[in-house]
């Protein structure tokens, strides 16, 4: 199932070109994962307005923190 990116942004692409992000990230993790959930993370960065990156990011932070919680204990 191919990936359709919603073509409505935020900002125009020129603009988003000549940005540039404080930190470069370089690092890339490539991810299995199935229709259901592909379909899932679609529908968050829909209501959210972040991308699939920021949403994995967030879950990778809050996977992190409960992991140490659970280790000091």
Same mark, same amino acid.
């Given at each position: 199932m191919?990936?359709? %990116?919603?073509? @409505? *942004? %935020?900002e125009p692409k020129s603009f988003k070109k000549k940005? /540039? %992000?404080a930190?470069? @990230?370089?690092?890339v993790i490539s991810l299995r994962i199935t229709d259901?959930? &592909?379909r899932a993370l679609?529908?968050? /960065? &829909?209501?959210t307005? &972040? *991308?699939i990156s920021e949403i994995m990011r967030e879950a990778i932070d809050m996977w992190s923190f409960k992991?140490?919680?659970l280790c000091m204990n």
């Open positions: 191919p990936y359709n %990116r919603n073509h @409505v *942004s %935020r940005q /540039t %992000r930190e470069q @990230v370089q690092n259901d959930e &592909k679609e529908k968050l /960065t &829909k209501s307005a &972040k *991308s992991r140490r919680k």
